[in-house]
């Protein structure tokens, strides 16, 4: 039995598991369910089956996950309902006439789109539809133009109301409300630092963001321009009010806040006549499909991660963790390299399940607030997104973009590289200065 050797033997073989299972391109939840079940039967015996049975029924139960198939639906209808082309009409109306404008209105509908939708693949899909060709007839560079898309896009898992947080706040046994507060901030840094990069590029570089001619915006008046970016705005900003504020202002808790949101997004579609009996049941049949993605790896990696407890393996990496040089800043760096590897190579609801039942136990000794860990570590999966090989913000940005736009991975990877590095800027930077993240919380009405 395997049960004989030590635990750092039991914890090594446990890695080479996980990771030859993930090389060999099986699905991250299957990878994860089987190893538990079948390393652990070998080290802990029959009692595995009751030990992933209970973590996976302690799981489903969490009464805050019931926010994850509300906010999704939310962002399904917002996406399908066409509302973004009138959002990005304006800002390209009013920063077209700008070195980069076009980029910068990409960064901020991704940043507009993140407080509405909540996950990346619809974020990523509205702006490759709507931002890549305008771009790329107009002259730009098209590695910075897939850049700024999947840059803006991946706003979407950090910036509230996000699936990301909701998954996260269980774990951690953390309140998702202030989780969703505490991300306000830092998604707004990691906005201002793409626009900032992107001015200054355009700047240094005119030739790889021109601006579009004063001819084609001539005709268009200042008080046209003020009614169309109203108009455009108004969807997004009722939607982030109906959720954002009503958890702020103490009215409701993200469940509920998650419900109010899920029927203003119908209101909004039927308001503005983008509604349809056909449309609403594919958003229905979507949020399913991607709840049970959602659901089938969270919970396999919860269950592993049980496993992985009681075989020992955890206080293993616990000590070492604890033992790395520096103090408590160098395991806290440990930490965040051991998850920006992790970012490259699995999906990361699989990370926040199998990190953080492990670390959060240490933040008291090391002296880290947990709720400013919590969104280090989310930050940090904002690299992951997009540095491959998983990099799943690339993967859907070539998979949707137009056709005749001609992208190419090569291309795509080139253009999010800068943007991994402002990442890690604004990383460094709520290090530094640690109330970007916990200021906002701090203001909640109770």
Do not use: H
């Amino acid at each position: 039995m395997l049960s004989e050797l030590s635990p750092e033997i039991i914890t090594i073989i446990w890695a080479v598991a996980v990771l030859a299972g993930v090389f060999t391109g099986y699905p991250v939840a299957l990878v994860l369910g089987g190893v538990g079940l079948i390393g652990g039967y070998f080290i802990l015996g029959p009692t595995t089956v009751e030990i992933l049975y209970s973590r996976v029924f302690s799981l489903i139960q969490n009464y805050p996950l019931i926010c994850v198939p509300l906010f999704i639906l939310m962002g399904i209808l917002l996406e399908r309902s066409g509302l973004t082309d009138d959002l990005f009409e304006a800002l390209y109306i009013w920063f077209g006439g700008f070195r980069g404008g076009l980029a910068i209105g990409t960064i901020l509908i991704g940043t507009l789109l993140a407080a509405c939708l909540g996950i990346i693949a619809a974020s990523i899909t509205i702006l490759a539809l709507t931002s890549l060709l305008p771009m790329l007839k107009r002259g730009y560079d098209r590695s910075f133009a897939s850049g700024a898309i999947a840059a803006g896009g991946t706003l979407g898992i950090l910036i509230p109301p996000s699936v990301m947080l909701v998954l996260y706040g269980p774990a951690a046994e953390l309140s998702v409300g202030k989780l969703f507060m505490a991300a306000f901030l830092p998604g707004l840094l990691l906005a201002t630092l793409y626009c900032t990069y992107i001015a200054v590029r355009a700047l240094l570089s005119p030739g790889v963001a021109p601006s579009i001619s004063a001819e084609q915006t001539k005709d268009i008046n200042l008080r046209y321009k003020i009614l169309i970016l109203f108009k455009s705005l108004v969807p997004p900003l009722v939607l982030m009010i109906s959720v954002l504020g009503t958890i702020f202002l103490g009215i409701a808790p993200p469940t509920e806040a998650a419900a109010i949101g899920a029927s203003a997004a119908v209101l909004m579609t039927i308001i503005y006549r983008k509604f349809s009996w056909q449309m609403f049941k594919e958003a229905l049949l979507q949020t399913v499909k991607l709840c049970a993605f959602i659901m089938v790896i969270a919970c396999c990696s919860y269950a592993f991660v049980g496993v992985v407890i009681r075989s020992g393996s955890a206080r293993v990496i616990e000590d070492l963790i604890l033992a790395m040089p520096f103090g408590r800043w160098g395991a806290f760096g440990a930490v965040m390299f051991a998850v920006f590897i992790l970012g490259m190579l699995i999906d990361w609801i699989a990370i926040i399940f199998i990190v953080v039942p492990i670390v959060s136990p240490l933040l008291p000794v090391l002296g880290f607030d947990p709720l400013w860990f919590a969104l280090m570590v989310c930050i940090n999966l904002q690299m992951g997104f997009m540095t491959p090989p998983f990099a799943q913000a690339i993967f859907i940005l070539k998979g949707t973009a137009p056709p005749e736009a001609g992208l190419t991975m090569s291309e795509i990877i080139r253009g999010v590289y800068p943007f991994v590095g402002l990442v890690a800027v604004g990383l460094v930077l709520c290090a530094i200065f640690p109330e970007i993240i916990l200021w906002l919380p701090s203001r909640m009405i109770r």
